[in-house]
């Protein structure tokens, strides 16, 4: 085989396992316990999967099935100790962090979200991150309040 061939096969390597890390956003890492224990779940599963990649006797196929798990591990690991668990709120008066909130759009449209941390956050399962502009408009507000910003005005029904 030419060494050319070679230095071009590494080089795909390299790309295919060098992996660019997760962003880690800039905010504090407000999570919830449910929130901890997912982070923790998914840096358990990433390990596993890393380990089962070890064990891949393909130099260059183990460093690929290896580099997602990896980076992986790093950015869940770093999630998971700079994590700030918040207790769920007591009072339910006002919106704050772990809130569920009720709120109806001015077109009608009925909504509810728990506020959580940005790894957490699943709009489609009802959970939006604290740093989202809707949980920042909602934030110290109250049942009955009126908020908006760019024409999207919303009217807080209910907090739990």
Known sequence: MSVAFTKEDSATT???TLLPDRPIS???NL?????LKALEFELERARDAYETAQKIEDVDERRRQAA????????LAAR???AQV??????????AFGSTVTFRRKDGRVQ?????????????AGSISFVSPVAKLL???????????????IEIISVS
């Open 14 to 16: 390299a790309s295919e």
């Open 80 to 82: 998971v100790r700079t």
């Open 31 to 35: 999570v919830t316990e449910t929130g």
């Open 86 to 95: 918040v207790a769920d709120p007591v009072a339910t008066e006002t919106i």
């Open 68 to 75: 997602i798990p990896l980076r992986d591990i790093r950015y």
């Open 139 to 153: 934030m110290g507000k109250s049942v009955g309040d009126e908020c908006g910003a760019s024409g999207q005005e």
């Open 26 to 28: 800039p905010h504090p």
């Open 112 to 124: 509810k979200y728990r506020i959580v941390g940005e790894d957490e956050a699943n709009p489609n």
